[in-house]
Each structure stands twice: as C-alpha cells, then as structure tokens.
Nanobody
C-alpha cells in the first residue's frame, strides 16, 4: 500500500498551491482519506478529510473557506487539497492518509488512519 503526495513548494503569503495524493495497493474507493500537517516544532494536526464517495468533507477551523479537499471523480484513488490565501502559519509538511470508514467525528483523529504518505513540504513566506 502506497500513498504518494506531491505539489508542495514555496509560495508567498496570499498565494495558492494544490497538493495531490495518489494511492495504490488497496481498493481506496472504499476508504476515507485525509490531509494532516506538521509545522516546525509542532504536533501533527488534522487539516481536512473526505468520505470515499466524495460527498462529505470535514475541515479544521483555521483552513475553512481557504482550503478545499476533493476526490477525483474518475479515479477515487486520487485526492487533492486546493490551498488558497495561504498564510505563513500554513508552513508545514503535509501528509495524506487513508482510513477504513469511520464516524465523521473520527476523521479528524490521527489514530483513525492506518496508511500514510511520505509528506510534501509547503513553505509560505511573508
């Protein structure tokens, strides 16, 4: 099972980036997926999650209205994180992860996820 995240980079505050995560090795259409991030000296934290069907999403409060998680309609093994109006506080390594179907409230918990990607660095300059 592999999750491959990409799309990170260096961007100025107010700019945008789109992260992608491609999954392989399991039937990911039956699994929910999420994005987490870990900033310098910080704990890994929840960013956003999406149900396997793509119909339900969940966001951490600080990214609501700025970030959008989506699932590729043709290939549900690919998810995206569109990040707009980026702030220096968004600087972190971003990780994608997958989880068997869990309660909506559990999608924000690290312990709900069983497979993780390697992470992609996002740096936002002021």
């Amino acid at each position: 099972v592999q999750l491959q995240a990409c799309g990170g980079g260096l961007v100025q505050a107010g700019g945008s980036l789109r992260l992608s995560c491609a999954a392989s090795g399991r039937t990911f259409r039956d699994y929910d997926m999420g994005w987490f991030r870990q900033g310098p000296g910080k704990e890994r934290e929840f960013v956003a999650a999406i149900r396997w069907s793509g119909g339900t999403t969940l966001y951490e409060d600080s990214v609501k209205g700025r970030f959008t998680i989506s699932r590729d309609n043709a290939n549900k093994n690919i998810i995206y994180l569109q990040m707009n109006s980026l702030k220096p506080d968004d600087t972190a390594v971003y990780y994608c992860a997958s989880t068997p179907r869990v309660a909506l409230s559990s999608l924000a918990m690290l312990s709900s996820y069983d497979y993780w990607g390697q992470g992609t660095q996002v740096t936002v300059s002021s």
